[in-house]
């Protein structure tokens, strides 16, 4: 198996961030109730145990900011700075302040001309809006203007958390599966089609949903007539296997998009060690027909990404 792998969904804390959400809030996401703790010697450790060349970074979720301009932007910044004191071993999804969106669309311009970022890291919602919504369609058609990536992983979702779980262990998945239904509901990736949408933990539940939203997107009266076959939106978005390495969620992969759009990624360090290097071992024995481990490893990420 690869020992060059790209780890797209890999995150950071850059003191700044950590300094303005509080490890209580980073605890609070957990189902153990413990923040985890991030350094770039910890994510190099666990790169190289692992068989990881790089990280793709990116400040993941938390609470509404206040100045997010100006805090993202050093986030930014700060991961600008690890791509350059380690070369080669972490690339960046750039935060955007959404959703202010002239704000945005500033930092867009800065992240991708003045620190070449790879991409940008989209929420599935804010404020209660999803990505469909109009409110976003300025960013959307800049990114898509720039051919840009936009990587989308969950956050607290806009309503309260239902009593049986932590909001990471369930509502992360229906929240990454509603805003990629309000994409394709909408027209956005009908209108987008320069801008890669990845899926952060193998797309919530939307492999198994597939079938059951597309069906019903066909009996919503125009919607097929304006914007061409669910299914084929549903195949062109990107999924990474973060906390998803399982043969079930690969073989629902398989069904529901291309074998060159499955991304390997770990949630470091979100997710503990132990379970990065077990989802490793399994996914190291999957054999499902079509799928290339060793694309999935890297050669999937390193198309996207322009890597050589």
Partial sequence: MSKDKIDTHHHIFPKVYVDAVGMEMLASVMPGGKAPTWSAEAAISMMDSNGIREGIASVSSGPPLTDAATLLRKC????????????????????????????????????LDTLKADGFILFTSYEGRYLGDPLFQPVLQELDRRGSVAFIHPNQPPYETPRVAPASVLEFPFDTTRTAASLIISGAIHRYRKLRFILSHAGGTLPFLAPRLSLSISMMPGLVEQYGDPMAAIRSFYFDTALSAAPSTLAALAHVTDPDHILFGTD???????AIQNFGKVLDQIEIPGIDMNAVYRNNAARLLGRK
């Fill in 76 to 111: 930014n910044d700060a991961a600008a700075d690890l791509r350059a004191r380690y070369p080669g071993r972490f690339g960046s999804f750039a935060s955007l302040p959404l959703p202010d969106v002239d704000a945005s669309l500033r930092e867009i311009e800065y992240s």
């Fill in 268 to 274: 470091f360090p979100f997710a503990p060690l132990a």
